[in-house]
């Protein structure tokens, strides 16, 4: 795209999505008022809501150590109460974009030990890319300044699995989940150059790395990786341990 058309996108971007959102520039936090006399001692106080991270090397140490604490169980559970709740809900300005796959057993806000306000989260069978999710993922880091994208994938994908059999077999899978395997055949290209013992698991983090890297690459988010303000990294979920591997694009 020529840098004229580029400029009408991110003007049009500016004036519709900003508009849209124009309460996104945080909020500030609650006074904490003393207990009225007679006031039941179970009375629910209120929480100071968590800093903002404002860099990417901030973000995903907030992430990475929200995802040790889930690996120990020692949880903290943060912005998780009827005051985060009240203090996110006229606006928000969450740090991190997460996409990740629609397994049940991969919740980005449990996994990184998060609360409501703080993670934006995309989810499609084996992190699948298409232009609306793209989009999707572009959308905090080009309206609020969310300055972390993490591609995550995991361990025993069935997604992946499916897509890897099909593609495979020359067998297209039912429905719409055809789709979801024709967006993931560059990762089983990629999976069958580079063989090995699990070809399937092998694919799943080249799903990862090839998605993170065309993100970190496309035309609207490369500048800001560019200048420093945004990381995209691209990470594993062990099912087993709960542990989140980088495998690429950690800020340092």
Known sequence: MDGARQS??????????????AALTGCSSKSTAPAAAGASPQARPTMQPTARPATPEAAFTRLMEGN??????????????????EFVAQEQKPFGSVLACID????????????????????????????VVTGSVE?????SGTPLIVVLGHQRCGAVEA????????KPLPGNLEAIARALRPAYEQ??????SDPVDTMARAQVTLTAANLR???DLAPLVQKGTLAVVGAYYS????????LSGAPS
């Open 8 to 21: 009408d996108r991110r003007a049009l971007l500016a004036g519709g999505l900003f508009a849209a959102t």
């Open 68 to 85: 040790q604490r889930w690996v120990s169980g020692d949880l903290q559970h943060p912005d998780r109460d009827p005051d985060r709740r």
């Open 104 to 131: 049940s057993r991969v919740p980005p806000e449990l996994l990184f030990d998060t609360g409501l306000g703080d993670l934006y989260v995309m989810r499609t069978g084996g992190e699948a890319v298409g232009p």
């Open 139 to 143: 959308y905090g880091p080009m309206t």
């Open 163 to 170: 897509s890897y059999t099909s593609l495979k077999e020359g």
């Open 191 to 196: 999976a069958v150059r580079e063989g090995g």
């Open 217 to 219: 690459s496309n035309q």
């Open 239 to 246: 099912l087993d341990s709960g542990k989140v591997e980088v």
